[in-house]
């Protein structure tokens, strides 16, 4: 019951942050985006002709108004249809979330997963051989652009001038009879999940360690070495345990920010058609519906995240309060 209240609270709470990321992001778009009434018209259109345009557009309502219908559209999910495609908003982005999913969650979990076990590691050898040399393959992988890594890893795996392993581009994951294939599926999301792990390490390992080094100098630590505990016993329990409040922050802020923006770059240089593709392509071309469901639904997507975030803060440390 109190995880109840709880959570209703948060999520009443988290109304202001959805209302302004909105309408910031409505301002800019309404009286700093493009304008698309000219790219619909042919050529002299007559003044009829652009304001029954712009009437569609709904270009001639007042902002009032097109941001109430913003927040309509929002607590529906009904964004309407697309202003290039002509496609219903909500079934672009039913068909490309599952995509971005299943492309971006293996890299994300690996790449988490892997820098908490390398950040144990050079904290348990802290300033010997082992320490240094992970921390020196952090710093690298922190100082090599994301989109240097992409192509790098598509000449070494999926080119002639390289392995020639894996396809360089597109998302064919279905067998010829239209089922799921675990093989394509494979094949096509290897390269990306390297791209993203190996980014992924240098940025990871690095913050993991120094909040592991943080919480080993602590006395309780310092007790559990008297008291005769295994190297393991303390780094698992005495260490690591104390140490996931940080952790559970990094990893669950992280998730909107990998789902869209990670994506965005993954996807438009695979040619993969995920949310990122379909967000870059309505960038692009100034897709308004697109872009506000995005910016919408990212907004919510982080209420949810902060209301999941002290639930797991309670779950790892029973001292927090859920209030």
């Known amino acids: 019951m109190d995880l109840l209240k709880f959570a209703l609270k948060k999520l009443i709470g988290g109304i202001p942050l959805i209302l302004g990321v909105t309408l910031v992001s409505f301002l800019l778009m309404v009286y700093f985006g493009p304008d698309l009434t000219y790219e619909q018209l042919g050529k002299n259109p007559t003044a009829e002709e652009i304001a029954q345009v712009r009437e569609t557009l709904g270009y001639n309502q007042p902002f009032i108004v097109r941001y109430g219908q913003y927040l309509m559209e929002l607590i529906t999910l009904d964004f309407g249809f697309s202003m290039v495609k002509d496609q219903p908003v909500s079934h672009m982005l039913a068909q490309s979330i599952p995509v971005s999913l299943q492309l971006t969650l293996p890299g994300f979990i690996l790449g988490n997963l892997l820098a908490v076990i390398l950040a144990l590691w050079a904290t348990a050898h802290r300033g010997q051989w082992i320490d240094k040399t992970i921390m020196t393959g952090a710093v690298i992988g922190m100082s090599v652009s994301f989109l240097v890594v992409i192509i790098a890893f598509q000449i070494m795996l999926s080119s002639r001038y390289g392995m020639n392993l894996f396809p360089v581009r597109g998302w064919n994951i279905y067998s010829a009879d239209g089922t799921f294939s675990w093989w394509q599926y494979l094949q096509f999301v ?7 792990v190996f980014v992924a390490l240098g940025y990871n390992t690095r913050f993991y360690r120094a909040v592991l080094v943080e919480e080993i100098n602590k006395d309780h630590v310092r ?11 303390i780094m698992y329990k005495a260490v690591l345990k104390n140490a996931m409040v940080p952790i559970i922050t990094r990893v669950m802020f992280s998730i909107p920010l990998v789902v869209v923006s990670g994506s965005l770059l993954i996807e438009s240089y695979f040619g993969i058609p995920g949310v990122g593709q379909v967000t870059y392509d309505a960038i692009i071309a100034g897709d308004q519906p697109i872009l506000k469901a995005v910016v919408g639904l990212t907004a919510a997507l982080f209420v949810v995240i902060l209301l999941l975030t002290d639930i797991l803060y309670r779950a790892f440390d029973p001292r927090v309060e859920l209030k």
């Open 190 to 196: 290897t390269v990306p999940t390297l791209a993203t």
């Open 223 to 233: 007790t559990a070495r008297a008291f005769g505990h295994s190297q393991k016993h």
